[in-house]
């Protein structure tokens, strides 16, 4: 015999009024990643506090080498990228995820971007969140380490110095492609750092969100016995506070066991 078929039953709307939770339980953070960023999103889901809040992604197109004409093509297109995040829901913060690209596109040019697309959000950049990571730290004096070209790397030190840090010594890896940036190992990334550091810094930044150096800052800092910032950590931390989160932060470092300053650096 045959399967006896059953009535399909009507569908029943509820008259119900649903429960909503407030907008406020969950803090929104958005992210712009580049389209060949494999490092950052990893690195929000270790310290981004999952019941408290999430993070929102989208990404804008990016094309290797890493070259600061590469990196400053990407300038058109961020406003359109930050349109995209979430329409119409609030943001406690906009994090546009490239250390380089802030400093050869100029962060002033990025904020106007972002504004464009979602205005009134407040925008976090690397090298912005680093300088605000060495003011909680009360750091004035930094070793730099990239992964960059050397001619990548140039901007980024001259962006240090022009805001006021001084740099102890700069090293760079010389590599070209963020995708390969971002499988660099722990050992690498640890006697790398090592050589970066020199006795007149107070501090170590390792610099890119494709470096995967949050899984090292708190052995370094062992290692060196001073505080060492990377992008992913400054960028996380400073949404963090920004989302009225800062008591419930956790991450590596001597960074996350500091507030964000009230009177931190300007953009």
């Known amino acids: 015999m045959g399967a006896v078929e059953s009535p399909v039953p009507e569908v029943v709307e509820s008259d119900a009024e649903p429960g909503l939770e407030p907008e406020t339980a969950v803090a929104r953070l958005g992210l712009i990643a580049l389209s060949t960023d494999l ?47 979430v329409p119409g829901v609030d943001l406690a913060a906009i994090c546009f995820g490239c250390t380089s690209a802030s400093v050869v596109i100029g962060e002033a040019a990025v904020d106007r971007a972002v504004a464009e697309g979602r205005p009134g959000v407040p925008v976090v950049t690397p090298p912005r969140a680093a300088r605000w990571a060495f003011a909680a730290l009360g750091v004035r004096r930094i070793a730099l380490l990239t992964p960059y070209l050397a001619e990548t790397t140039r901007p980024m030190a001259r962006y240090f110095e022009e805001h006021g840090l001084g740099l102890a ?30 006795a007149g810094a107070e501090a170590l930044f390792i610099s890119c969100t494709a470096v995967p150096a949050l899984g090292v800052v708190a052995e370094l800092e062992k290692r060196l016995g001073k505080p060492v910032v990377c992008s992913n950590q400054a960028c996380l931390w400073s949404m963090l506070h920004l989302a009225g989160l800062g008591a419930e932060a956790a991450g590596p470092g001597a960074l996350f066991a500091r507030a964000l300053p009230a009177d931190r650096p300007a953009a």
């Not at 492609?177 to 020199?198: F, H, N, P, Q």
Request: glycine share 4%.
């Open 39 to 85: 490092t950052l999103e990893r690195d929000a889901l270790r310290l981004i506090p999952p019941d408290r809040a999430a993070l929102h992604t989208t990404r804008v197109d990016y094309a290797n080498p890493t070259t600061p004409a590469n990196l400053a093509a990407m300038a058109p297109r961020i406003g359109a990228a930050a349109a995209r995040i």
């Open 169 to 198: 010594s700069i090293r760079c890896l010389g590599m070209a492609d963020d995708r390969l940036m971002a499988r660099l190992s722990r050992g690498t990334l640890v006697a790398e750092a090592e050589e970066a550091d020199a």
